[in-house]
């Protein structure tokens, strides 16, 4: 029998260090879907009482509190890779307001501008500020009283302060955490408000049990986007809940989250008191409660807490089908486009100017309201405007998408249905929010939003053609 030649020493090292860089890179591996941490705060933004409301087109005065307004935080971390998920209960934060305290919170802390994100909830019972009605309330009462007892801070630097301290605040709670996500279905509570009529034309929220109704203008999103972020002991610190609902259900002069507050009391009854329940809004720009079948109350506290209630209990029986993040991997890209704005010519501006004075006018057409402030607007925006589309990557399967505006739902459910990721969330209202974004179709189709969208048509479909591009390049 032959014997075998010996194995040179040296060949027996060469297994012995890929052996040893095989098992440091099982262990890396393993480690690395471990190393993840979380940063969570919240903080108050509620303006003093008396400041003017946000949301509709006449001048609102707050008169109380029923829940105060909140910015929460929340700080994800892997490796080096930083992201910060930033959630307000105001009808939109400005660009004036997110961009300076991106800039401020990444100076303070090392994470990237592009890498935070500032949302709103879209609550209608929050302050009204960097708008042209805010301009002219203010400048009226300085007219009439030499100075104006409802401004008695300046809201959006105080927002933007706080925005920085609770990026900050949520950044020094980092510590080893869990992260999960799923999407669950909750049918039923949101409703398309554009409908077709037996005339023809396009109608928004035309009352309930009209007769005049032909059928919906478009579809719903009842997905339910959750992330939930747990401690190294699996206790659940907090979580994010996305919807695609307007956020108008309370109405009345008391600053509030709306249905969001509710969502939140459902969770930490269940979950406990130091959870923050963080929401977001799906793109719900065609999107509301309204359910045009029945004759119901659809304004109120209790018409939010049924909803809120709801959605929150939708979350509580989907928590434990949340899914850990299977290998962690964060990537975040963002893209700014510039849209074209609707033009406006020199008489169309002049009449604005002489109509805005009927704001406080109620007997004064709600659509000479809506013209009066875009056209104002426009002037100030100019003829194109920034809008910042953002995608964060959490692992092959999970990715998160930011757009600014009142994004129709059509053009959210295209961006979920052309993504590579198996479970991919679009929020809207992000950084910025320069009013609607309707389809081609709705644009053709007229009635409010479009009334009122500053956009012209086909930078919904351009917003929905970079969150594609973007997802395809940070698929893994």
């Known amino acids: 029998m032959q014997k075998s030649a010996p194995v040179p020493v040296s060949v027996f090292a060469v297994i012995l260090l890929c052996a040893f860089t095989l098992g440091c890179a099982s262990h890396n591996r393993i480690s690395g879907r471990n190393n993840l941490r979380a940063g969570i705060a919240e903080i108050d933004i509620t303006p003093p009482v008396g400041y003017r409301m946000a949301g509709y087109f006449d001048e609102r005065l707050s008169t109380g509190v029923h829940d105060p307004l909140k910015a929460k935080a929340i700080i994800l971390q892997q490796g080096p890779e930083q992201i910060a998920l930033v959630f307000c209960d105001l009808v939109g934060v400005s660009l004036n307001v997110s961009k300076r305290a991106r800039q401020r919170a990444s100076e303070k802390t090392g994470i ?55 990026i900050c605040r949520a950044h020094s709670t980092l510590k080893p955490a869990r992260l999960e996500t799923g999407i669950a279905q909750q049918e039923g509570l949101a409703f398309n408000r554009r409908f077709h009529m037996k005339n023809g034309k396009v109608t928004f929220n035309p009352g309930q049990l009209n007769p005049n109704i032909d059928r919906p203008a478009g579809p719903t999103d009842p997905s339910v986007g959750m992330l939930l972020v747990r401690d190294s002991k699996q206790n659940l610190r907090g979580g994010l809940t996305i919807f695609a609902m307007h956020s108008d259900t309370v109405g009345g002069t008391l600053y509030s989250a709306d249905y969001a507050f509710y969502l939140q009391e459902t969770l930490r009854k269940e979950l406990g008191e130091n959870y923050v329940s963080a929401f977001a809004a799906g793109t719900c720009g065609d999107l509301n409660h309204i359910n045009v079948a029945v004759k119901e109350p659809v304004k109120g506290q209790d018409v939010a807490a049924r909803l809120g209630g709801t959605l929150g209990r939708t979350v509580l029986a989907n928590i434990q089908h949340a899914e850990p993040l299977k290998d962690p991997s964060f990537a975040v890209r ?78 959210g459910l295209a961006i979920k249905a052309r993504s590579p990721f198996k479970k991919t969330m679009v929020m809207s209202m992000c950084n910025d929010r320069p009013s609607y974004v309707p389809t081609k179709k709705a644009f053709a189709e007229g009635s409010y939003e479009v009334t009122n969208a500053r956009v012209k048509p086909g930078v919904g479909e351009a917003l929905v053609e970079t969150a594609v591009k973007l997802l395809n390049e940070v698929k893994p």
């Not at 169309?348 to 809506?370: C, N, P, W, Y």
């Open 334 to 411: 963002s893209e700014t486009i510039v849209a074209p704005l609707q033009e406006i010519t020199d008489a169309q501006l002049a009449d604005a100017r002489e109509k805005i004075s009927r704001l406080h006018d109620t007997s004064a057409g709600f659509f000479m309201k809506v013209e009066a402030v875009k056209t104002l607007d426009l002037a100030e925006k100019g003829t194109s405007w920034p809008m910042e589309v953002q995608v964060f990557r959490l692992d092959s399967e999970t990715a998160i998408v930011g757009l600014p505006c009142e994004i129709f739902v059509e053009l």
């Open 112 to 166: 990237p501008v592009k890498n935070i994100l500032i949302a709103a909830t879209h609550s209608h019972t929050g302050p009204l500020f960097d708008d042209p009605r805010a301009t002219y309330f203010h400048q009226t009462a300085l007219e009439k009283l030499g100075a104006d007892p409802q401004q008695k801070i300046d809201y959006p630097e105080f927002l933007e302060d706080q925005l920085v301290n609770v």
